[in-house]
């Protein structure tokens, strides 16, 4: 790294003395950053450059602001667009629309069944196309970037009069137009939820046929998979066959071994991960807890070893209790008492503390939230996920270097996600950074106490605004609507 020169040179903000962790993986070393307007405009020893505001960051980590690779936030962009809950950990940057599920394209007026009250639970927050919203959050910009999948449940929904078969030949060309459209109007891919009931029976070959519209744009796939415990390895082949078809990059979602059968089981999915990133394009992300949430489904609480509430509209007084004490008190069984509890959601205690780490190692694996902003007592990776990793398991249990710890929230998913300009420190790169404390980063919020803020995260900035600083939001919101023409995926 190097200086800008020789000349005095002056600049909107200059943050001197920081270790910078350029998002690289690369060791970090100690300098300076200048940020102009929206842009880094220098790196390194900036002795000569004046900034009109000036940081001392002595101690501090200076990160580009992390990309949260896998989130429901297609609505809170819109309800609440501070997304505290997000740039309190320092991510700048959503990707939207995960799971098979997303607010766009939906010109029906009924809403699409669950998972899809994971979004939204009116129909008026939905779009009949995802340029529709877009234009919504260009009107009311949050203060996070979004770049925005399309769910392939939602595409069943808007094209089939019932769910629970395959898609006709007409219904798959109806659904190809639709994503062909939506990639037109600036979704950078597809996402699909083929473990849920609205699109457990879809044929791989179905899926394979939306598929077909993101091969002209590169769009990107991401894959909740069929099935996360017994068959996994299947799933996970069939989700890269699906992206084999039409020759695009596939991301498996939240990648975990779900039941206590399948424990361990990691050695053999990250094995076939490899064989198959020999051969194709294909990624992976993954939150660090040992517990998923979800909807509240019977299936989910097979593999559970424990399950706790996270919102019950029957029941509203049941979030954050388990449902063991729910059904001993009500004197049923869980499955009688998930029942009564609908629609509900839960947090599932599901997974191998050795998986979540054997995976969060391989070399592959971005960090995506999966955080669940609807939820009243949501899963605590909602606000947690990021400084999780930064403090629990690279400081202290030395899973990741620090420095590969931020590579895989930055340059890891800005390169495999197509964010141009985003993702590592650079001169002419946009100033989405992070100012931490790597001694005190932690998450704070836990099953008990979900909604607790990150601590060690001493300011944000996104586009060059400030967003988060002093623990508290600033009001600002400089976020964008990132279309795929303005992606590395443009075309
Ligand atoms: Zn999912
Ligand atoms: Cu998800």
Known sequence: MSGTGAAPAGADLVIRGALLLDGSGEAPVTGDLAVSGDRITGLGDLARTVGTREIEAAGRALAPGFIDVHTHDDRLLLAD???????SQGVTSVVVGNCGISLAPLRS?????????????????????????????????????????????????????????????????????????AMDEGAIGMSSGLFYPPARAAATAEVMGVAEALTAGDGIYTAHIRDESEHVLDAIEEAAAIARHADVQVIISHHKCAGAANHGRSVETLALIDKLRSEQRLGLDLYPYVAGSSVLLAELTRDAARVLITWSRAMPEAAGRDLADIAAEMGVDQIEASARLQPAGAAYFMMDEGDVRRIMSHEATMIGSDGLPTDVHPHPRLWGTFPRVLGHYAREEGVLSLADAVRRMTGLPAAEFGLK???????????????????????????????????????????????????????????????????????
């Open 109 to 181: 007026k009924a809403l699409p069944p669950p998972p899809f009250d994971l979004l939204a639970d009116a129909p008026e927050y939905c779009f009949a196309g995802i340029g529709e919203y877009f234009a919504a959050l260009d009107a009311a910009p949050p203060a996070t970037n979004a770049v925005a999948l399309v769910g392939h449940s939602v595409l069943r929904h808007d094209t089939m009069d019932s769910l629970d078969r395959p898609a006709n030949d007409r219904e798959i060309a109806q659904m190809r137009d639709l994503m062909a459209e």
């Open 421 to 491: 300009d985003r993702g590592l420190l650079r001169p002419g790169a946009f100033a989405d950074l992070v100012l931490f404390d790597p001694e005190t980063v932690a998450d704070r919020a836990t099953f008990d106490e979900p909604l607790r803020t990150a601590a060690g995260i001493d300011a944000v900035f996104v586009n060059g605004e400030a967003v988060w600083t002093d623990g508290a939001a600033t009001g600002a919101r400089p976020g964008r609507a990132i279309r795929r023409s303005e992606t590395n995926r443009g075309r």
């Open 81 to 87: 667009p501070d997304m505290k809950a997000k740039t």
